[in-house]
């Protein structure tokens, strides 16, 4: 297994995002490549940070520094495609450029073809990894199929929410309130059936149990995921006016979340 790791050598702390991608590749048993990308000709004293920083790495999952030009979006999407997962920082751009394009992860993650690992620092744990992933029932395979690999890698154990944004509408008649809590009732036990059966494709060992909320999916997301070490999403693939009017879940969990995120590209042909 091959994973990216994406540091910009121009902002402070890039070990982080290194040692957070060494730490995950031990758990996944991954080879991990250094990624800088460049503006200009390369600069000596970037190549040897970048050679120093990979020699944090474990000898044992320590792969390549690479150095290619070019804007970091595109860098990192061009080059990931060729990989397992792609680690990045919750870095954030200056404040104009923030409110334009977003956060580089979440630009990231939009159009990445390759699952996105957004690191956040790790909290204390005393037992096994805990992942969070939330499903969307309309597409629930793709999903599925990717926390099942992803947590039999990491050996998490895994809980299932589905968020509901549905509004169910305030009514005098007591009669059709009653009629709408039944249907809302059966609604529930099929979300329930549909998150089991997601479960279902996990080994045993790594089975949780099943989560329903309801409201906004990215701010349900990213208050539940606060009780966990990982939150799993899968990317609508948005772009343009879609995106600006209707935004991403998986964005707004990249940008709230407080753990770390993990991000899969859509389905081909999704």
């Known amino acids: 297994m091959r994973m990216l790791a994406c540091v910009d050598l121009r902002r402070s702390e890039p070990e982080f995002v290194v040692d957070e ?44 520094a690479l150095m ?12 990931s495609a060729n990989y397992d997962l ?8 200056g404040p104009v450029e923030r409110v334009l394009l977003g956060s580089i992860a979440a630009r990231v993650v939009r159009v990445a073809r390759a699952p996105v690992l957004v690191v956040r620092p790790r909290r204390e744990r005393t ?4 992942m969070l992933a939330g499903v969307d029932l309309q597409h629930p395979e793709p999903t599925a199929s990717q926390v099942s690999t992803w947590a039999t890698r990491m050996n998490a154990v895994v809980d299932a929410l589905y ?56 701010s349900a997301l990213i208050e539940v995921s606060a009780e966990y070490d990982l ?20 964005e707004s969990v990249v940008r709230g979340a407080s753990v770390t995120a993990l991000v899969f590209p859509p389905a081909e042909g999704h």
């Open 21 to 64: 991608a060494a730490s995950w590749a031990a758990d996944a048993g991954a080879t991990v490549d250094l990624l800088f990308a460049r503006t200009g000709d390369p600069s000596p004293e970037h190549e040897a940070a970048l050679r120093a920083l990979l020699q944090r790495v474990p000898e044992t999952h320590r792969g390549e």
């Open 68 to 79: 290619p030009e070019g804007a970091a979006v595109d860098v990192i999407v061009k080059t």
């Open 86 to 93: 792609a680690v990045i920082g919750p870095r954030e751009p």
């Open 127 to 130: 037992g096994p990894l805990r």
């Open 163 to 218: 968020v509901d944004a549905m509004v169910i509408p305030r009514v005098g008649d007591v009669e059709l309130a009653e009629q709408l809590r039944r249907e809302r009732e059966a609604y529930r036990r099929s979300d329930i059936a549909q998150l089991e059966r997601v479960l279902g494709a996990l080994p045993y060992a790594l089975r949780g149990g099943v989560r329903v909320a309801e409201g906004d999916p990215g």
């Open 231 to 250: 939150i799993a999403v899968g990317s609508e693939g948005r772009t343009g006016v879609s995106r600006l009017l209707l935004g991403s879940v998986a």
